[in-house]
């Protein structure tokens, strides 16, 4: 009974952070009562060293399965959340029994003896204020976006610690016999041994997820700086475009007073409204937005993209040209993506909109969500945008709501990074 309510705390405290399935507190329930009875069976027919080393392989098989079928984890994330949830059931157990010997000669209670409704009570509690713990430091600190993004290297680690200690564990049960047989030195080893291997585990995965931001802040570091370098080939390209569109029309005209016949007007119409359409030079008042703005609106128009603009480009002029154009850019990209995707045509369509209120400039990008499962289209650029927006102290918001994709980006006015 003990071990099913560590199991039961161990998991709740670990599965609430993450993304869970439909209907988790019933699939939570379903496998709790699952592994119940099984647990009460092995304590009644297998006592000593066998039941500790059955009942944990048992409890490690049914963190995986319990994971996998509550949570979001793959199989991978599964078993290292299993992990967890047996060694966090170990180190509750063993403080439970350190504290038992400590409080027995001043209570007289008894607490190591056979287990009374009493005892049961006391271990619920000493038990809810440690899952509680847990929670709130070691639940909520290792997952990243609702998830463990576990690589090969940190799962063997992972299994190779766990797997040590849990060996060693073993290996003094069988030495020093049954919890009724401690003495206060195996206790104090125990509980020290359970912690230090929880430490491990947690350092380990700190050291990981470093190394993973580590990397990730590199490749923004890289794209960020490629984009405020694009900035100088998006404008050179822009002003080719106008120029020989320019010159386009200007040899149009000229053929037009030669009064060509029916035919031959009108292939001069269709090349004048390609040239209209290629001359998207766009003036906001901000020559910087007015490049980032015109490229954008051809890339649009090569996907059959509508891109509307409402801009008054002169609110960001405190802005580097570099940072403006690469917050524009990368604010655009990810409504493109999601809108190149869409199979009705009429929702190809995105709204830009600058403009001043309440003493700060607000961008607005609403745009169709993206229809494909699970897309992680725009991870790199939503974070280059809130990098150039903290930059100006600024803020970014996102939402997704009745099929549209909204970002909204706030900068006071005047502000210089």
């Keep these: 009974m003990t071990l099913a ?87 509750l157990y063993e403080i439970w029994r350190f504290l038992a010997r400590l409080l027995d000669p001043v209570l007289g209670w008894n607490l190591a003896g056979p287990d009374t409704p009493r005892i049961w009570l006391l271990q619920l509690l000493l038990f809810a204020v440690g899952c509680v713990a847990v929670h709130f430091t070691i639940g909520r600190g290792m997952p990243e976006d609702g998830a463990y993004h576990i690589g090969p290297r940190q799962m063997f680690s992972a299994v190779l610690l766990g797997g040590m200690f849990w060996f060693q564990f073993l290996s003094l049960q069988k030495s020093w016999g049954m919890p009724q047989d401690w003495s206060d030195t195996f206790a104090i080893i125990s509980v020290l041994t359970q912690l230090y291997c929880l430490t491990l585990l947690y350092l380990q995965t700190e050291l990981f997820k470093k190394s993973a931001m580590q990397k990730e802040m590199d490749t923004l570091n890289l794209l960020y700086e490629r984009q405020r370098q694009q900035y100088r080939v998006a404008r050179q390209n822009v002003h080719i475009i106008n120029r020989k569109c320019h010159e386009l029309k200007v040899q149009i005209a000229d053929l037009r007073r030669l009064n060509p016949d029916a035919a031959t007007r ?54 580097e040209p570099g940072d403006l154009y690469a917050l524009v850019a990368n604010a655009l990209d990810p409504a493109i993506e999601a809108a190149a995707r869409q199979q009705d045509a009429d929702r190809a369509m995105i709204d830009l909109l600058l403009c001043v209120r309440q003493g700060f400039a607000v961008l607005n990008v609403i745009g169709p969500e993206d229809p494909t499962p699970n897309a992680k289209i725009g991870r790199y650029e939503l974070k280059v945008v809130r990098r150039v927006a903290q930059k100006y102290s600024g803020t970014v918001t996102t939402e997704v709501k009745e099929g549209f994709a909204a970002l909204k980006v706030l900068l006071p006015l005047g502000n210089t990074p």
């Design 5 to 91: 309510m560590l199991l039961f705390g161990s998991s709740v405290a670990l599965f609430l952070p993450l993304h869970r399935r439909p209907h988790f507190w019933k699939r939570l329930l379903l496998c709790y009562g699952v592994v119940l009875p099984v647990l009460l069976a092995l304590s009644y027919y297998t006592q000593g060293f066998s039941y500790f080393l059955l009942s944990s392989i048992l409890s490690l098989v049914w963190g995986i399965l319990t994971a996998y079928s509550c949570t979001t984890l793959d199989w991978v994330g599964s078993c290292y959340c299993s992990i967890w949830i047996l060694l966090v059931a170990e180190m």
């Design 266 to 319: 009108k292939s001069l119409d269709e090349a004048e409204q390609a040239a209209k359409l290629y001359n998207a030079d766009l003036h906001t008042g901000n020559e910087v937005l007015d490049v980032a703005l015109t490229e954008k609106s051809l890339l649009c128009e090569s996907h059959g993209i509508r891109l509307n603009c409402v801009a008054d480009g002169t609110c960001l002029s405190f802005m």
